[in-house]
């Protein structure tokens, strides 16, 4: 059976100026994407991960290809509030409280959507407690630390109403102990809210824990180098992480990347 795309990539290409430099950030990629799958992008440092996700996103336009967001250009999608994105660190308002800034998507879309934060307070009081943010639903984010708010920006992004979610290294700023934390309860609330997530990752252990695909990329100029799909079960567990298969993944990705960065 064919799965139909909800995310379709084709041919796409995207130079940048800079003086009299061009720099070929991406050539040629193809990319599908299917409704409620979580697919990674990984590669080294210039490979045009966030780049391609902001070409997803509409917020940069390709030179050449297209891209299709179930029917329409990113552009439209954007307008129609398909997408939240997930950046490096949270952007919370600190005058707001967590509760206030997880309204905040229904505030800024009230007109396009009609819905409003009232109607959705329950739903975002439930995410806040399933990333364990129950008891800090009107504290303030000076009061909270870096990865309790990366919790809150997930936690507004799965409440947003957006059925894409667009991540760039959303834990990249957190230490090891609290990214493994967060990636399960990532996890957790992706399984029960099927979003479709474009995850840009440096971190291997991460794209094969949560991801139906893994797209890895290489460098100079940026390409699709494979694509693996990881066929393990979920819900994923801390026993699955630790299995051969999980292992044999990470190897497999591991030897691509090496390939990669040999200079
Ligand atoms: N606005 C820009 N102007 C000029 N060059 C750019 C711009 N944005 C990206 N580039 C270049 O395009 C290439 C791809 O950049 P991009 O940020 O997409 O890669 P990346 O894989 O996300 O990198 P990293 O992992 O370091 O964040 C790089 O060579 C980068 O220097």
Same mark, same amino acid.
């Given at each position: 059976m064919k799965h139909l795309s909800f995310i379709e990539v084709k041919e796409v290409s995207k130079q940048y100026r800079q003086r009299d430099q061009m720099t070929? +950030? @991406?050539?040629n990629i193809s990319l599908s994407i299917e409704k409620g799958k979580f697919v990674s992008l990984i590669g080294p440092?210039?490979?045009?991960k966030s780049s391609l996700l902001r070409i997803i996103g509409g917020l940069v336009k390709q030179d050449c290809g297209e891209v299709n967001i179930g029917g329409m250009t990113p552009m439209e999608a954007q307008k129609r509030k398909q997408y939240s994105f997930v950046p490096?660190? #949270? +952007? @919370?308002?600190?005058?707001?409280?967590v509760l206030q800034n997880m309204q905040l998507p229904f505030e800024v879309n009230r007109k396009a959507t009609?819905?409003? +934060?009232k109607q959705h307070e329950l739903e975002l009081i439930e995410l806040l407690q399933s990333v364990g943010l129950g008891d800090f639903?009107?504290?303030? #984010?000076?009061? @909270?630390s870096g990865g309790m708010q990366q919790r809150v920006g997930i936690a507004r992004a799965f409440g947003s109403g957006a059925p894409i979610l667009l991540m760039d290294? #959303?834990?990249? +700023? @957190?230490?090891e102990l609290t990214r493994e934390k967060i990636s399960y309860q990532l996890l957790n609330i992706w399984q029960e809210h099927q979003k479709t997530v474009v995850f840009v990752t440096h971190n291997i252990r991460e794209a094969v824990l949560l991801s139906d695909e893994v797209v890895i990329m290489s460098p100079?100029?940026?390409?699709?180098k494979k694509t693996i799909s990881i066929d393990l079960p979920r819900p994923r567990t801390v026993e699955l992480e630790e299995s051969q298969q999980f292992q044999q993944y990470i190897t497999e990705i591991r030897a691509h990347l090496r390939q990669e960065s040999r200079v």
């Open positions: 070929d +950030a @991406l050539i440092s210039g490979c045009g490096q660190s #949270p +952007a @919370l308002f600190p005058w707001r409280t009609g819905d409003t +934060a639903i009107h504290a303030y #984010p000076r009061m @909270l290294e #959303p834990f990249s +700023a @957190l230490d100079r100029p940026g390409r699709i």
